[in-house]
C-alpha cells in the first residue's frame, strides 16, 4: 500500500472546499479505501466540523512544533476506514511558525512519509487562497483538486490555481496532477449560476460531472458537526453526490498513475 496524496485547494474562500474534503474522505472510506482527512488549515475548519466542537484537538501542529508522535494525534472516526488528523491546538502567535516550518523543515514530508504504507489516500485540506500552506501541500502531493464555486470570479480565480499548479509541478514536484476541477455551490434554479456552471465545463478541461449543489443540508450538516451522510438513514441526492465524485476520483487516480507508471516520486524523495 502506498497512499495517493490529494491537496484540496481553492484560491478563494467560501467555495464549500473543507465541506467538500470532508464529504469526499467519507465517501471514498465507505468504498473501502483507508482514507486519512489531513488538516492543513491554520483555521482549522475540519476541527469545526467534528461532532464535539467543545474540545480542541490535538493534532499536526503537536507534531511539527512540539515534536508529538504522528500516532497520538490521528483520531478514528465511527466511520469504517476514516481517520482525522486535525490541525491541532494553535494560539495566533503560533500561525506565522507553523507557515514558516511548513516551508523550511522536512515536517509535512516527515509525517506524510510516515503514512504512507498506513493509508490508501490521504486528503489534504488546505487553507483559502495560494499562500504557503496551500505551496507546501502541493509540493507534497500527488494530485490536486481545485474547488470553485459557481461564480462569475471564478473563472479568474481558477487560473490562478492552476499557474500554481503548473508552476510546483515544473519546479518542485514533478509527481503533482491536476485530478480535476471541482464545481461547487451549482444552484440549478438560479440561471446565474447554472450558466457559469456551463460556462466552467465549456471553457475549462479536467470539470468533474459531479458537481456539488447548493443545498442546505450542508448548513445543517456543518451546523451539527456532521458528514452529510449522519443527517438522514436514506441516500440523499448530496450524499449520492459525493459518491460519484469518490468513483471519479479513484477512475483518474487509476488512468492517471497508470500514465506515469505509478511511480510515486514525493516517496522517493522523501527518502533522501
Request: glycine share 6%; hydrophobic share 45%.
Amino acid at each position: 500500500m502506498s497512499a495517493r496524496i490529494i491537496a484540496m485547494i481553492s484560491a478563494k474562500g467560501g467555495t464549500g472546499k473543507t465541506t467538500s474534503a470532508l464529504n469526499l474522505a467519507v465517501a471514498l472510506a465507505e468504498k473501502g479505501q483507508k482514507t486519512l482527512l489531513f488538516d492543513l488549515d491554520p483555521m482549522g475548519a475540519i476541527g469545526f466540523s467534528l461532532a464535539r466542537a467543545d474540545r480542541e484537538w490535538e493534532g499536526f501542529v503537536e507534531c511539527l512544533l512540539r515534536q508529538a508522535p504522528i500516532e497520538s494525534v490521528i483520531i478514528r472516526t465511527k466511520v469504517e476506514n476514516l481517520h482525522i488528523l486535525p490541525r491541532g491546538r494553535m494560539s495566533p502567535v503560533d500561525v506565522c511558525q507553523y507557515e514558516h516550518l511548513l516551508n523550511v523543515s522536512r515536517g509535512l514530508a516527515n509525517t506524510l512519509y510516515a503514512l504512507l504504507n498506513e493509508y490508501d489516500v490521504i486528503l489534504l485540506d488546505t487553507p483559502s487562497g495560494l499562500g504557503m500552506v496551500t505551496s507546501a501541500a502541493l509540493e507534497a502531493a500527488t494530485f490536486a483538486i481545485i474547488a470553485l464555486q459557481a461564480e462569475p470570479l471564478s473563472l479568474r480565480s481558477v487560473s490562478q490555481s492552476l499557474v500554481l499548479v503548473e508552476h510546483l509541478r515544473k519546479t518542485r514536484n514533478p509527481s503533482l496532477r491536476l485530478l480535476g476541477l471541482l464545481p461547487t455551490m451549482v444552484d440549478a434554479g438560479n440561471p446565474a449560476s447554472r450558466n457559469v456552471y456551463q460556462m466552467l465545463v465549456q471553457s475549462l478541461e479536467g470539470v468533474f460531472d459531479s458537481f456539488i449543489p447548493r443545498s442546505q443540508a450542508f448548513v445543517t450538516a456543518s451546523e451539527q458537526g456532521v458528514p452529510i451522510s449522519f443527517l438522514a438513514g436514506k441516500r440523499t441526492t448530496e450524499m449520492k453526490r459525493f459518491a460519484m465524485l469518490a468513483d471519479e476520483v479513484e477512475q483518474r487516480m487509476e488512468e492517471m498513475l497508470g500514465t506515469t507508471g505509478g511511480t510515486h516520486e514525493y516517496a522517493q524523495r522523501s527518502l533522501v
